[in-house]
């Protein structure tokens, strides 16, 4: 057994100092670009949220096996890869133990002969096999051959996949013949339980040379794998615990990150400020998370399958996004740490190569695809690996925007007329309070401070104030407001657009005047709670203004009514006999999950069939309205509010119902040309979950 402890040994160090060689180039990259102390902040000082990510998904895997047959194939080949390291630990025992007494009869102290643990060695090691043959069936029927852009691999590294199921099936059956080897000569440490074991043990041969041949094999098969590994997609078995660990909390949706520079938020009246490090201009200002990102991407394809910009045949992959970064990134590595190490490069090659822009048409990202973007969510929410798309996008959109003055012109209005008029249709702020006029009883406007009795302030925003679908939500929802006895107030002319759009854009310093505006105004008038009809502002206020000094009680109106409705002081009795199906708006949906409420709502309505579409909650499709794209054209592909609407009308509904005033326009916009076009009954329309309550309720009284 000496030798096989030699070659045992050799193998080892060989492998080991390959693969570590990788990982040392793998962090000397990451740590090239600037710092993200907020990440390794945030786990440090929320142990107990980082623990239970990781046992929730980690080790629970509850966002892989949302998609069950894969997720529950994934689920047992990774817990084979936590069980059968025992197995290594008996391997290298044995083989040890083997070259020291001779007899390679070694088992894990205490717990080692136990016949659970041989019996959970082999039942996983059987069901890895059999996730491995569902991967294979997976692979082989969902081919880009075959399906093309509607097969979530597409673009993926495909060989690399199929190498990686090889090795790990090598690894299985070479773990089977060693142990079966082991059982044949007696020195197997379970006498019951690894059933699989020791009926290989009953039917192969007493040969100590099959079973010293079969501990190598099985080493070996398990080292090349290693290597394998740290040099593909793979790679994520080590970084995806880590990504998950340092990822944004609770998830990578909700508000938008502070644009930073060298790890610290930008102030914009800094006078040494450089504009030319605004957002990531190219590879080199990644951050050591973005860079995480990369390492972590396993190629699933599960954020392209839901991105509605590639679902209606745009170019953004959110995957691709990924990969394409991550590949130049590997291109330039050699020559980006050297620069870092204060090297000069005088090749032009090199230079160029060092200075591609992150975005433009000769970039590494297409225009197209960066604007492509509506920040729905829907690749983040898949990311069995929490991989942040949307962070990515918006750091490249803040560069092109406020660096290089590159966006799509029609933006450029909307920017002009929040810097002029506080909102992006350049309407008066006088106009905010129009819809006043147009209810019964009196709404109490803000002058200086919040009236005493009122408990909320609603924020109306300025689709509420100021468009006419809207406004029919922000007169439904004071209407209630006043039934159930609640106190309000408005801010009317004061209230300035809450700068989601020019955020998204990523136009961060407009946003930063408008929410800085905003803060100020709520903090001088004594504002706690605010209530707000549009998803958009609610995420604003409630995620993004905090990082600003302004902290307040932020719910979104149907949050509010379903309560209200739950307590008694709404109560819808008036029938409406509709068939409905309810459209999650993504900024309340998925960046906030406020799935419930809505539909809760609905439920009391007497009369009101619902029925949900194909993709909702948070498989929801989004209206195409995010992101900014309310005020960009859609020039590529299908439109995505007209794929939405599609979906809709398989349901055959007499009303689309929602809860955002962006997704009111958008679907109302596309049912309209439908329409127009004959494919849809002239009764349908789309209405606010408000509307339907005030409906019932006001028809009752």
């Known amino acids: 057994m000496l030798w096989v402890a030699v070659i045992g040994l050799v193998m080892t160090v060989a492998a080991v100092a390959v693969a570590g060689r990788r990982v040392l180039f793998l962090y000397k990259l990451a740590t090239v670009g600037p710092p993200a102390p907020e990440r390794t902040e945030y786990a440090r000082t929320h142990v107990g949220d980082e623990i239970k990510a990781q046992l929730v998904e980690v080790f629970g895997q509850k966002k892989l096996l949302k998609w069950t047959p894969s997720g529950v ?10 069980i059968l390291l025992t197995v290594y630990i008996e391997a290298y025992g044995a083989i040890i133990q083997g070259a020291i007494t001779g007899t390679p009869d070694f088992h894990i102290p205490l717990i080692g002969t136990w016949a659970v643990l041989g019996f959970l060695q082999d039942f996983i090691a059987v069901a890895c096999v059999l996730g ?9 029927r969902n081919s880009p051959k075959q399906l093309g852009r509607g097969s979530r691999f597409s673009g993926s590294h495909l060989g690399g996949a199929w190498l990686v199921l090889f090795m790990i099936f090598n690894i299985i059956w070479t773990l089977f013949l060693a142990r079966g080897a082991a059982a044949a000569n007696g020195n197997l440490p379970y006498s019951s339980g690894a059933f699989v074991s020791l009926a290989l043990g009953d039917v192969l041969p007493q040969s100590a040379l099959l079973e010293e041949i079969a501990l190598l094999l099985h080493i070996g098969f398990m080292l090349v794998f290693l290597v394998i590994v740290v040099n593909s997609k793979h790679l994520h078995i080590f970084t995806a615990p880590l990504n998950v660990l340092f990822s944004r909390r609770p998830d990578g949706l909700g508000g938008a990150p502070e644009l930073r520079i060298d790890g610290k938020p930008v102030d914009f009246e800094d006078e040494d400020l450089d504009p030319e490090r605004l957002g990531r201009g190219k590879i080199a200002d990644t951050t050591w998370k973005g860079f995480l990102d ?23 992959s959110p995957k691709m996004l990924i990969l394409d970064q991550r590949d130049h990134a590997f291109a330039v590595a050699p020559y980006l740490m050297a620069a870092q190490n204060g090297v000069e490069h005088k090749d032009t ?61 029609e933006a450029g209005v909307m920017v002009k007329n929040l810097e002029n008029k506080g909102n992006p249709w350049g309407m008066s702020e006088m106009k905010r309070a129009d819809w006043i006029g147009e209810l019964d009883f009196e709404v109490e406007v803000v002058e200086d401070k919040m009236p005493e009795d009122a408990e909320y302030l609603f924020w109306v925003g300025c689709a509420g104030a100021l468009e006419d679908r809207a406004k029919k939500t922000t007169k439904a929802v004071a209407e209630l407001l006043h039934i159930a006895g609640v106190k309000f107030a408005v801010l009317g002319p004061m209230e300035a657009c809450s700068g989601d759009p020019a955020r998204r854009l990523g136009m961060e310093y407009v946003f930063n005047a408008l929410a800085q505006q905003n803060i100020e105004t709520l903090n001088e008038a004594g504002v706690k709670k605010i209530v707000a009809t549009c998803p958009h502002c609610f995420n604003t206020l409630a995620n993004e203004y905090p990082q ?17 409705v739950d307590e008694g002081l709404l109560t819808p009795i008036t029938p409406i006999e509709e068939k409905i199906t309810y459209h999650d708006p993504c900024f309340l949906g998925r960046h906030n999950k406020v799935y419930s409420q809505p539909r809760d709502i609905m439920a009391k309505v007497p009369g009101v069939q619902t029925q949900e579409m194909h993709r909702h909650k948070d498989r929801g499709f989004c209206c195409g309205a995010g992101g900014a794209r309310m005020w960009m054209e859609e020039r590529i592909g299908k439109r995505i509010n007209t794929e939405r609407v599609d979906e809709a009308l398989t349901t055959n509904p007499d009303t689309v119902s929602t809860a955002c005033p962006f997704c009111m326009v958008m679907l109302g916009d596309a049912i309209n040309e439908k329409k127009n076009n004959g494919e849809a009954k002239e009764s349908l329309e789309v209405v606010d979950v408000a509307q339907l309550l005030i409906k019932s309720v006001k028809s009752a009284s």
């Open 73 to 82: 194939a994934h689920f047992f080949v990774m817990w084979a890869f936590f």
């Open 132 to 140: 491995l043959v569902a991967f294979a069936i997976i692979r082989v």
């Open 294 to 316: 990369f390492y972590s991407c396993t190629e699933c394809g599960r954020c392209q399958s839901q991105c509605p910009a590639w679902n209606t045949d745009k170019p953004l």
């Open 349 to 409: 090659d090199v230079l160029a190569l060092l200075e591609k822009p992150l975005v433009g048409e000769e970039g590494v990202i297409h225009p197209d695809v960066l604007w492509s973007c509506t920040n729905c969510g829907a690749c983040v929410e898949q990311c069995p690996v929490d991989i942040e798309h949307i962070d990515h996008i918006l750091d490249m959109r803040r560069y092109q925007v406020m660096v290089e003055s590159s966006f799509p012109s």
């Open 548 to 564: 600003l000094g302004g902290t307040y009680e932020v719910v979104h109106h149907t949050q509010l009514l379903a309560k209200l």
